[in-house]
Protein backbone atom coordinates (compact mmCIF):
# COMPACT_ATOMS: atom_id res chain seq x y z
CA UNK A 1 0.00 0.00 0.00
CA UNK A 2 2.46 2.09 1.23
CA UNK A 3 4.21 1.98 -2.97
CA UNK A 4 0.88 2.67 -4.59
CA UNK A 5 0.23 5.79 -4.66
CA UNK A 6 -2.28 8.58 -3.01
CA UNK A 7 -5.73 8.12 -3.32
CA UNK A 8 -8.63 10.49 -4.82
CA UNK A 9 -11.19 10.91 -2.35
CA UNK A 10 -14.63 12.30 -3.58
CA UNK A 11 -17.52 13.99 -1.51
CA UNK A 12 -20.42 14.53 -3.60
CA UNK A 13 -24.29 13.76 -4.33
CA UNK A 14 -25.12 10.26 -5.71
CA UNK A 15 -24.21 10.29 -9.45
CA UNK A 16 -20.80 12.50 -8.67
CA UNK A 17 -19.87 9.54 -6.45
CA UNK A 18 -21.21 6.51 -8.44
CA UNK A 19 -19.44 8.24 -11.30
CA UNK A 20 -16.36 8.46 -9.95
CA UNK A 21 -16.32 4.96 -8.36
CA UNK A 22 -17.07 3.72 -11.73
CA UNK A 23 -13.74 5.28 -12.97
CA UNK A 24 -11.77 3.32 -10.24
CA UNK A 25 -11.17 5.76 -7.69
CA UNK A 26 -12.41 4.03 -4.64
CA UNK A 27 -11.11 2.25 -1.99
CA UNK A 28 -13.15 0.24 1.12
CA UNK A 29 -12.14 -2.82 2.62
CA UNK A 30 -12.51 -4.12 6.36
CA UNK A 31 -9.29 -2.42 7.42
CA UNK A 32 -9.50 1.13 5.93
CA UNK A 33 -11.54 3.60 5.63
CA UNK A 34 -14.05 4.83 2.50
CA UNK A 35 -12.21 7.54 0.38
CA UNK A 36 -16.18 8.75 -0.63
CA UNK A 37 -18.91 10.05 1.07
CA UNK A 38 -22.68 10.24 -0.43
CA UNK A 39 -24.46 13.67 0.18
CA UNK A 40 -28.04 12.90 0.34
CA UNK A 41 -30.78 15.29 1.66
CA UNK A 42 -30.36 14.65 5.08
CA UNK A 43 -26.51 14.51 5.29
CA UNK A 44 -26.10 17.39 8.02
CA UNK A 45 -23.16 19.91 7.48
CA UNK A 46 -20.85 18.91 10.44
CA UNK A 47 -20.88 15.11 9.14
CA UNK A 48 -19.76 16.87 5.81
CA UNK A 49 -16.79 18.90 7.38
CA UNK A 50 -15.89 16.12 9.79
CA UNK A 51 -15.36 14.04 6.77
CA UNK A 52 -13.49 16.82 4.88
CA UNK A 53 -11.02 17.49 8.03
CA UNK A 54 -10.15 13.89 8.59
CA UNK A 55 -10.98 10.56 8.05
CA UNK A 56 -12.04 7.60 10.49
CA UNK A 57 -12.86 4.22 11.57
CA UNK A 58 -16.49 3.64 10.61
CA UNK A 59 -17.34 0.93 8.42
CA UNK A 60 -18.43 1.69 4.45
CA UNK A 61 -22.18 1.36 5.10
CA UNK A 62 -22.32 5.01 6.84
CA UNK A 63 -20.92 6.71 3.60
CA UNK A 64 -24.89 7.34 3.01
CA UNK A 65 -24.85 8.79 6.44
CA UNK A 66 -28.11 9.27 8.31
CA UNK A 67 -27.66 10.51 11.63
CA UNK A 68 -30.94 9.34 12.92
CA UNK A 69 -30.24 5.87 11.83
CA UNK A 70 -27.04 5.25 13.91
CA UNK A 71 -26.16 4.21 17.83
CA UNK A 72 -25.31 6.72 20.19
CA UNK A 73 -21.87 5.29 20.75
CA UNK A 74 -21.35 4.86 16.71
CA UNK A 75 -22.16 8.16 16.41
CA UNK A 76 -19.50 9.72 18.58
CA UNK A 77 -17.16 7.97 15.86
CA UNK A 78 -18.04 9.96 13.13
CA UNK A 79 -16.03 12.79 13.89
CA UNK A 80 -13.48 11.30 12.90
CA UNK A 81 -14.51 10.97 9.40
CA UNK A 82 -11.72 13.61 7.56
CA UNK A 83 -9.83 13.35 4.61
CA UNK A 84 -7.65 16.47 5.35
CA UNK A 85 -5.84 14.62 7.93
CA UNK A 86 -5.30 11.58 5.59
CA UNK A 87 -1.61 11.25 4.54
CA UNK A 88 -2.83 9.04 1.61
CA UNK A 89 -5.51 10.86 -0.54
CA UNK A 90 -4.16 13.26 -3.46
CA UNK A 91 -7.11 15.06 -4.05
CA UNK A 92 -10.69 15.53 -3.00
CA UNK A 93 -13.37 15.84 -5.49
CA UNK A 94 -16.23 17.63 -3.99
CA UNK A 95 -19.18 19.55 -5.88
CA UNK A 96 -19.29 22.61 -5.70
CA UNK A 97 -23.01 23.38 -3.97
CA UNK A 98 -21.28 20.84 -0.89
CA UNK A 99 -17.98 23.11 -0.62
CA UNK A 100 -20.14 26.08 -0.35
CA UNK A 101 -21.59 24.28 2.68
CA UNK A 102 -18.00 23.99 4.22
CA UNK A 103 -16.65 26.75 2.65
CA UNK A 104 -15.01 28.16 5.79
CA UNK A 105 -13.28 24.72 6.28
CA UNK A 106 -12.32 25.09 2.61
CA UNK A 107 -10.95 28.15 2.65
CA UNK A 108 -9.22 26.98 6.02
CA UNK A 109 -7.34 24.85 4.14
CA UNK A 110 -3.92 26.07 2.39
CA UNK A 111 -1.72 22.86 2.11
CA UNK A 112 -0.49 21.55 -1.45
CA UNK A 113 -1.64 17.99 -0.69
CA UNK A 114 -4.80 17.10 -0.54
CA UNK A 115 -5.39 19.39 -3.33
CA UNK A 116 -9.39 20.28 -3.27
CA UNK A 117 -11.30 20.44 -6.97
CA UNK A 118 -14.82 21.97 -7.14
CA UNK A 119 -16.66 20.55 -9.51
CA UNK A 120 -20.24 20.69 -10.66
CA UNK A 121 -23.55 19.32 -10.18
CA UNK A 122 -26.47 18.59 -11.67
CA UNK A 123 -28.49 20.84 -10.24
CA UNK A 124 -25.91 23.59 -9.73
CA UNK A 125 -23.73 24.80 -12.78
CA UNK A 126 -19.60 25.28 -11.91
CA UNK A 127 -19.24 29.12 -10.62
CA UNK A 128 -15.78 30.36 -11.23
CA UNK A 129 -16.56 33.29 -8.77
CA UNK A 130 -17.30 30.46 -5.88
CA UNK A 131 -13.96 28.64 -6.09
CA UNK A 132 -11.50 28.71 -3.10
CA UNK A 133 -8.52 28.59 -5.62
CA UNK A 134 -9.38 31.04 -8.50
CA UNK A 135 -10.99 33.76 -5.62
CA UNK A 136 -7.57 33.57 -3.44
CA UNK A 137 -6.44 34.23 -7.14
CA UNK A 138 -8.64 37.05 -8.26
CA UNK A 139 -7.62 39.06 -4.74
CA UNK A 140 -3.65 38.67 -5.37
CA UNK A 141 -3.37 42.26 -6.66
CA UNK A 142 -4.15 45.48 -5.90
CA UNK A 143 -4.34 48.57 -8.63
CA UNK A 144 -0.59 49.47 -6.51
CA UNK A 145 1.15 46.71 -7.26
CA UNK A 146 0.12 46.66 -10.61
CA UNK A 147 1.40 50.62 -11.01
CA UNK B 1 20.30 46.76 -10.93
CA UNK B 2 18.92 43.95 -7.96
CA UNK B 3 15.58 45.87 -8.32
CA UNK B 4 15.02 45.66 -12.25
CA UNK B 5 16.18 41.89 -11.94
CA UNK B 6 13.80 41.71 -9.40
CA UNK B 7 10.90 43.32 -11.74
CA UNK B 8 12.01 41.36 -14.73
CA UNK B 9 11.50 37.77 -12.80
CA UNK B 10 8.24 39.17 -11.24
CA UNK B 11 7.34 40.36 -14.61
CA UNK B 12 7.83 36.59 -15.63
CA UNK B 13 6.32 35.13 -12.79
CA UNK B 14 3.17 37.06 -13.74
CA UNK B 15 3.10 36.19 -17.09
CA UNK B 16 3.53 32.64 -16.10
CA UNK B 17 0.74 32.97 -13.60
CA UNK B 18 -1.48 34.36 -16.63
CA UNK B 19 -0.96 31.41 -18.70
CA UNK B 20 -1.42 29.30 -15.67
CA UNK B 21 -5.00 30.66 -14.90
CA UNK B 22 -6.16 30.57 -19.26
CA UNK B 23 -4.60 27.00 -19.12
CA UNK B 24 -7.14 26.38 -15.75
CA UNK B 25 -10.20 27.45 -17.09
CA UNK B 26 -9.71 25.49 -20.27
CA UNK B 27 -9.09 22.44 -18.57
CA UNK B 28 -11.39 22.76 -16.20
CA UNK B 29 -14.37 23.53 -19.07
CA UNK B 30 -13.37 19.94 -20.74
CA UNK B 31 -13.57 18.19 -17.35
CA UNK B 32 -17.30 20.41 -16.72
CA UNK B 33 -18.02 18.87 -20.10
CA UNK B 34 -17.05 15.14 -19.21
CA UNK B 35 -18.25 15.22 -15.62
CA UNK B 36 -21.85 16.14 -17.75
CA UNK B 37 -21.23 13.53 -20.20
CA UNK B 38 -20.64 11.03 -17.55
CA UNK B 39 -23.97 12.18 -15.65
CA UNK B 40 -26.51 11.70 -19.10
CA UNK B 41 -24.75 7.91 -19.85
CA UNK B 42 -25.78 7.02 -16.02
CA UNK B 43 -29.51 8.57 -16.50
CA UNK B 44 -29.09 6.23 -20.17
CA UNK B 45 -27.75 3.17 -17.87
CA UNK B 46 -30.28 3.57 -14.91
CA UNK B 47 -33.30 4.13 -17.90
CA UNK B 48 -32.16 0.83 -19.11
CA UNK B 49 -31.92 -0.98 -16.05
CA UNK B 50 -34.08 0.71 -13.17
CA UNK B 51 -34.45 3.02 -11.16
CA UNK B 52 -32.33 1.54 -8.13
CA UNK B 53 -30.01 -0.69 -10.30
CA UNK B 54 -27.37 2.22 -10.65
CA UNK B 55 -26.42 3.88 -7.16
CA UNK B 56 -24.80 3.22 -3.98
CA UNK B 57 -26.86 -0.27 -3.44
CA UNK B 58 -24.76 -1.72 -5.99
CA UNK B 59 -21.50 -0.55 -4.51
CA UNK B 60 -19.18 -3.64 -3.68
CA UNK B 61 -18.55 -4.24 0.38
CA UNK B 62 -15.09 -4.59 -0.47
CA UNK B 63 -13.13 -1.90 -2.75
CA UNK B 64 -9.37 -1.63 -4.16
CA UNK B 65 -8.97 1.71 -6.64
CA UNK B 66 -7.80 1.11 -9.92
CA UNK B 67 -6.65 4.71 -10.00
CA UNK B 68 -4.54 6.28 -8.12
CA UNK B 69 -2.15 9.29 -7.79
CA UNK B 70 1.79 9.61 -8.01
CA UNK B 71 2.59 13.17 -6.21
CA UNK B 72 5.93 14.32 -7.23
CA UNK B 73 7.76 17.58 -5.93
CA UNK B 74 9.17 19.27 -8.97
CA UNK B 75 10.14 22.91 -6.49
CA UNK B 76 9.99 23.23 -3.14
CA UNK B 77 6.71 23.35 -2.39
CA UNK B 78 5.30 22.71 -5.93
CA UNK B 79 3.36 19.27 -6.19
CA UNK B 80 2.79 17.86 -8.95
CA UNK B 81 0.13 14.83 -10.04
CA UNK B 82 0.02 11.75 -12.29
CA UNK B 83 -2.63 9.46 -12.58
CA UNK B 84 -1.62 5.84 -12.60
CA UNK B 85 -3.20 2.80 -13.48
CA UNK B 86 -3.08 -0.49 -11.87
CA UNK B 87 -2.56 -3.84 -14.25
CA UNK B 88 -5.48 -4.78 -16.53
CA UNK B 89 -7.68 -7.24 -14.87
CA UNK B 90 -6.59 -10.41 -16.49
CA UNK B 91 -9.83 -12.15 -17.92
CA UNK B 92 -11.08 -15.38 -15.37
CA UNK B 93 -10.55 -18.87 -17.16
CA UNK B 94 -12.90 -20.87 -17.35
CA UNK B 95 -13.02 -24.59 -16.94
CA UNK B 96 -9.66 -26.83 -16.66
CA UNK B 97 -6.79 -25.42 -17.56
CA UNK B 98 -4.86 -28.62 -19.14
CA UNK B 99 -6.65 -31.15 -21.14
CA UNK B 100 -6.31 -34.03 -18.84
CA UNK B 101 -8.78 -36.63 -17.89
CA UNK B 102 -11.22 -36.29 -14.76
CA UNK B 103 -11.14 -39.13 -12.01
CA UNK B 104 -14.65 -40.19 -11.41
CA UNK B 105 -13.33 -40.26 -7.80
CA UNK B 106 -12.61 -37.88 -5.54
CA UNK B 107 -9.32 -36.27 -6.87
CA UNK B 108 -6.82 -34.78 -4.84
CA UNK B 109 -7.96 -31.34 -5.29
CA UNK B 110 -5.35 -29.11 -7.40
CA UNK B 111 -4.69 -25.59 -5.80
CA UNK B 112 -6.63 -22.93 -7.04
CA UNK B 113 -4.98 -20.59 -9.05
CA UNK B 114 -3.88 -17.40 -7.07
CA UNK B 115 -6.80 -14.81 -7.49
CA UNK B 116 -5.50 -11.83 -9.61
CA UNK B 117 -3.81 -9.32 -7.64
CA UNK B 118 -5.27 -6.47 -10.31
CA UNK B 119 -8.71 -4.84 -8.64
CA UNK B 120 -11.72 -5.59 -9.87
CA UNK B 121 -13.36 -3.53 -12.46
CA UNK B 122 -16.41 -1.63 -10.82
CA UNK B 123 -18.46 -2.40 -13.89
CA UNK B 124 -18.94 -5.63 -12.53
CA UNK B 125 -20.62 -4.21 -9.40
CA UNK B 126 -23.69 -3.60 -11.87
CA UNK B 127 -23.97 -6.89 -13.52
CA UNK B 128 -22.30 -9.50 -16.09
CA UNK B 129 -23.37 -7.61 -19.23
CA UNK B 130 -24.29 -3.68 -18.71
CA UNK B 131 -25.66 -1.72 -21.18
CA UNK B 132 -23.17 0.23 -23.33
CA UNK B 133 -24.48 3.86 -21.51
CA UNK B 134 -22.58 2.43 -18.33
CA UNK B 135 -19.47 1.96 -20.30
CA UNK B 136 -19.64 5.56 -21.73
CA UNK B 137 -20.29 6.83 -18.14
CA UNK B 138 -17.05 4.93 -17.04
CA UNK B 139 -14.70 6.35 -20.08
CA UNK B 140 -16.20 9.96 -19.14
CA UNK B 141 -14.92 9.73 -15.70
CA UNK B 142 -11.75 8.09 -16.40
CA UNK B 143 -11.12 11.21 -18.44
CA UNK B 144 -12.66 13.10 -16.08
CA UNK B 145 -10.04 11.83 -13.51
CA UNK B 146 -7.04 12.55 -15.22
CA UNK B 147 -8.04 16.22 -16.24
CA UNK B 148 -9.04 16.32 -12.72
CA UNK B 149 -5.06 15.56 -11.88
CA UNK B 150 -3.99 17.84 -14.67
CA UNK B 151 -6.34 20.54 -12.55
CA UNK B 152 -5.11 20.04 -9.33
CA UNK B 153 -1.15 20.01 -10.18
CA UNK B 154 -2.06 23.19 -12.02
CA UNK B 155 -3.84 24.68 -8.78
CA UNK B 156 -0.59 23.88 -6.69
CA UNK B 157 1.52 25.80 -9.28
CA UNK B 158 -0.67 28.97 -9.68
CA UNK B 159 -0.70 28.97 -4.98
CA UNK B 160 3.10 28.26 -5.34
CA UNK B 161 3.44 31.09 -7.81
CA UNK B 162 1.19 33.26 -5.49
CA UNK B 163 3.21 32.98 -3.09
CA UNK B 164 6.74 33.60 -5.25
CA UNK B 165 5.37 36.95 -6.18
CA UNK B 166 4.03 38.24 -2.68
CA UNK B 167 7.70 37.53 -1.90
CA UNK B 168 9.35 39.31 -4.59
CA UNK B 169 6.82 42.25 -4.09
CA UNK B 170 8.25 42.46 -0.20
CA UNK B 171 11.39 42.40 -1.44
CA UNK B 172 10.88 44.85 -4.26
CA UNK B 173 9.53 46.87 -2.01
CA UNK B 174 12.46 46.80 0.75
CA UNK B 175 14.45 47.76 -2.46
CA UNK B 176 12.22 50.68 -3.63
CA UNK B 177 10.45 51.60 -0.74
CA UNK B 178 9.24 55.00 -2.76
CA UNK B 179 8.71 53.45 -5.94
CA UNK B 180 6.69 49.93 -5.20
Known amino acids: MAGRGKLIAVIGD ?3 VTGFLL ?7 KNRHPNFLVVEKDTTINEIEDTFRSLGSIPGS ?3 ANPSQHDPPLWDEIDSWQFLNR ?7 INQYIAEMVRHALDAHQHSIPAVLEIPSKE ?12 RARGMFTAEDLR | MAALDLRAELDSL ?24 G ?30 LQASEAQEGLQKFKV ?22 APTKTPEPQSSEAPRDPLNWFGILVPHSLRQAQASFRDGLQLAADIASLQNRIDWSRSQLRGLQEKLKQLEPGAA
Open chain 2, 39 to 68: WLSLAKARYAMGTKSVGPLQYASHMEPQVC
Open chain 1, 23 to 29: GGIGELN
Open chain 1, 124 to 135: HPYDAAKDSILR
Open chain 2, 84 to 105: VRSGVHAPEEVGPREAALRRRK
Open chain 1, 14 to 16: EDT
Open chain 2, 14 to 37: LLQLLGDLEELEGKRAVLNARVEE
Open chain 1, 62 to 64: VAE
Open chain 1, 87 to 93: DDIGIIL
